[in-house]
């Protein structure tokens, strides 16, 4: 069953196509990897698969177990920021953590944006921090953590709301390998567990060979896709 699918998505800013007829099906609780070269679309391929950017043309739907199905490119502004806070997370390469805020405050921001009780969101923004292997680092700032450390709480915070899909726009891109290979790790037994859609964007094989499918993107469309062997 598809969660996601992408039909004939187009986009282009200014005399840039982007994105030049994308057809996609994600499908529920796969862990997909998007690869390609810099430039190539992935991202706003990603953005339009997760409302973030209306597609110049093309639909978006959106099929979540049992719930309708809805079109995202046709929602309002207010209805997909609505729907991205509710069902999606995001993880990206870096910078996404409030410097003045504490991990574990960092973590419970999506829950009490989602209206969940203070005391319910630390619960569980400590708990999954500690499946994390950040326990002992919650009242740390970010600046006082390492790279892999960092991503790992930005997974936390994707995660802490028990989203629908995950969306990573290179998640591992500014580590070392084996501190990529670590957040990798935890991530995917955290999402494998949840049930979680994941659409990935890497450039690193490595990290790819964790999904159970790749696709490639070139010039805007995707130009091969296959099943890599189990
Ligand atoms: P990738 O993620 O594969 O590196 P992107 O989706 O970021 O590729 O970009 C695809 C093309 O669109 C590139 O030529 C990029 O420069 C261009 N592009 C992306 N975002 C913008 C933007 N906001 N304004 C202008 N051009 C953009
Ligand atoms: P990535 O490797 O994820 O594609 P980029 O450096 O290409 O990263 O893009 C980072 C951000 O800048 C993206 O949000 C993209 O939409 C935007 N961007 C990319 N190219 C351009 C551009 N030519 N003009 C304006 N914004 C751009």
Redesign the pocket.
Same mark, same amino acid.
């Given at each position: 069953d598809s969660i996601l699918s992408a039909r004939d998505l187009r986009h282009s800013?200014g005399p *840039?196509d982007a994105l030049r007829g994308i057809d996609l099906d994600v499908q529920a609780g796969e862990v997909l990897a998007v690869m390609g070269p810099?430039?190539s679309g992935?991202? *706003?391929l990603l953005?339009c698969l997760a409302g973030v950017l209306t597609p110049g043309s093309g639909t978006v739907t959106y099929s979540p177990t049992n719930q309708p199905m809805r079109n995202i490119s046709g929602l309002s502004e207010q209805d997909r920021s609505r729907l991205r806070l509710t069902d999606f997370g995001f993880v990206f390469?870096f910078g996404q953590l409030l410097p003045e805020l504490t991990a574990l405050d960092n973590v419970s921001i999506p829950l009490l944006l989602a209206g969940t009780k203070r005391s319910e969101a630390l619960r569980r923004s400590a708990e999954l921090l500690e499946r994390l292997d950040l326990a002992s680092m919650s009242e740390r700032l970010p600046g006082e953590l390492s790279g892999g450390q960092a991503q790992r709480v930005a997974v936390a915070r994707a995660l802490v709301t028990a989203p629908s899909v995950l969306f990573a726009?290179?998640p591992t891109?500014s580590l070392d390998s084996l501190a990529s290979e670590n957040v990798l790790t935890l991530m995917l037994e955290l999402v494998r567990e949840a049930g979680t859609t994941v659409v990935m964007?890497t450039h690193d094989p490595r990290s790819a060979a964790y999904a159970d499918r790749e696709v490639i993107v070139r010039d805007g469309a995707i130009s091969a896709g296959y099943r890599l062997p189990v």
């Open positions: 800013f *840039t810099s430039g992935k991202s *706003t953005h390469q726009d290179e891109g964007i």
